[in-house]
């Protein structure tokens, strides 16, 4: 079972109500140093971090003087240009003091809905996290529209979770957790501590539950969901109260759903079979025995192009007498990958003008059975 304590990866999902003082406005210092402090603890245990943070709209409104409770649009992405540099700028005085350094990522739907661009966003959120930065993720508000959004930040930490392979996601609340019923209604309903298997009956339950905002118990769920699909699971406890992951870890309550899978098998079977093919690399029988030992695809192993595909999409590799190996997400589009067969990894940068490393990392790559 995967836990807070036990977890290699975990996202931490922020919302507004606890990053913004009500009463000011302006950032809570106060509750920002004491989750400082939670999140200093995991990284000295070795647990990689990365946080999902709303708040840009808000913080906005005070620095523009918009006071109407109901803003235009074009407003709202007024404000979030606004406020995004005082929200980092939160995070960053939070976070230095106790050795964390932070990194600005502004995502859209495209950017985990399109596989190019999946892969450039993912490839930034890697190295930064081989850096030893801690990325701070929100939705990009000055571009999104009504039509064109996750609308909530629970669902795009469900995406970026499953981006980055988390195994767990926090995402932190107003309730503490999943109740039977409304527990502002009904006292003495019965908090879910544990959630094996997400099912219609426990999803119900959310009807009524955490009402109010874009962010309620049944967006919680769906960001549940997405992320039981990439193999993470998720927690969800309250998270106005100092140090709120530590108060877990000593008892508190709180709602774990646990995935079935681990991430990288969720991944790789996504792979194998959610994606359509779109052409095909034939590659010789040392790459082929490299491939099946857990290895990447190198160009020098390629012997054929097959097919048109651009960067991302998904293709067979078949070996010399046709047998499929396996199936990846190629790092390069045809045209490329042709010019490229053969060739040692140190002669891709001189020939393309980049270089993308592999031609099919090894984690993206699902070998057929």
Known sequence: ??????????????????????????ADAVWLDALAADLARLRARGQKLLIVSSGAVALGRRRLSLTRRSLTLPEKQAAAAAGQSRLMRAWEEALAPVGITVAQVLMTPDDTEVRRRYLNVRATLETLLELGVVPVVNENDTVATEELRYGDNDRLAARVAQMVGADLLVLLSDVDGLYAADPRRNPTARHIPLVEVLTPEIEAMAGGANIGGSGGMATKLAAVRIAAAAGCSTLITLGRRPAPLRAVEEGALASLFQAAATPAAAYKAWIAGSLSTQGALVVDDGAAKALRAGKSLLSAGVKAVEGRFEKGDAVIVRDLAGREVGRGLSRYDAADAARIVGLKSDAIEPVLGYSAGPLIHADDLALAG
């Open 1 to 26: 079972m995967t836990t807070l304590a036990s977890a290699r990866f975990v996202v931490i999902k922020v919302g507004t109500a606890l990053v913004v003082d009500p009463d000011t406005g302006a």
